[in-house]
Each structure stands twice: as structure tokens, then as C-alpha cells.
């Protein structure tokens, strides 16, 4: 009669471990497949920076493609949200994509967002002065004194 009690209970404990085990395995994080991050719309004329910010899986690898090549890679916060700038060189139109990626799985690229770099400097010639005063000013005099070269 001992014998069989406590085989009972060694069969008890090993269902009890087995579901444990089983419970622990199912709650696992286990992602089967990834969509294309969300990115915000990124402006038609940009500078050198291109600031980029979306969402997608937390915690994964956001991979930026410039014109078709790999750029950089930017990984999200744990909820998922990720920013960061890109460095643009070179003048003229380029398109931009994304991809995310998680535990060796690669989501589809994002649709190409196309957009125009000006890196020229604004010419200061360009640019004209106004003496007039707006008309609801009015003239006053300061007087600043104080020690130091003049």
C-alpha cells in the first residue's frame, strides 16, 4: 500500500512539472510573423538630416534602405516605438524604406517614401533688409554704461 501512494504521488508531481513546462513554453514570446514598420510621412524637401520615427515590434531592429542600399539600423523602445536621423551626402531625389526585423524574422520592406535633398546654403544676397519701422512702434533712447573695452 506505501508503494502505491507514493508512486501516486511521483505521477502527481511529474503531471504538475509537465504542465508547468507546457504553461511556461505557451506564454513564451513567439512572433511567426512581422508587418513593415509604421513610419511617419517624411517630409517632400529635407536638409541633411532625415529624421525618421515610427512604430513596430517592440524591442526589434528597424533597418532604413536609402535608395535600395541598407543605411543604418535603429532598434525600438520595448513598446515598440523607435526615431533616429539619417545623414544625407548627397543632393537630389531619394527614397526611403524600412524593414523590421525579430528573432530572425524579417518583415516585408515598407512602401518607398520619396523625397528631395537641398544641402545648397541660402545666399545672403538673396536676402533684403527692411528699415522701416512697423507703424505701431515708437522711438525711445537707452542708455547702456558699464565697465569693460568699448
Do not use: C
Not at 512602401?111 to 544676397?125: G, H, K, M, S
Amino acid at each position: 500500500m506505501k508503494k502505491w501512494y507514493l508512486k501516486k504521488r511521483y505521477i502527481g508531481l511529474i503531471i504538475f512539472l509537465i504542465l508547468l513546462i507546457v504553461i511556461f513554453f505557451a506564454s513564451s514570446d513567439k512572433v511567426k510573423a512581422l508587418n513593415a514598420p509604421e513610419v511617419k510621412k517624411i517630409n517632400s524637401v529635407v536638409s541633411q538630416n532625415l529624421k525618421v520615427d515610427g512604430v513596430a515590434y517592440p524591442n526589434s531592429k528597424i533597418l532604413v534602405y536609402l535608395d535600395g542600399n541598407f543605411s543604418k539600423d535603429i532598434t525600438t523602445d520595448p513598446s515598440g516605438n523607435f526615431f533616429d536621423t539619417v545623414i544625407l551626402k548627397e543632393e537630389g531625389k531619394h527614397k526611403v524604406s524600412f524593414k523590421q526585423t525579430y528573432k530572425g524574422i524579417e518583415s516585408p520592406l515598407s512602401q518607398e517614401q520619396e523625397f528631395d535633398v537641398d544641402l545648397t546654403p541660402p545666399n545672403i544676397n538673396n536676402f533684403k533688409l527692411n528699415n522701416k519701422l512697423p507703424s505701431f512702434s515708437k522711438e525711445e533712447s537707452i542708455k547702456i554704461s558699464g565697465f569693460g573695452p568699448i
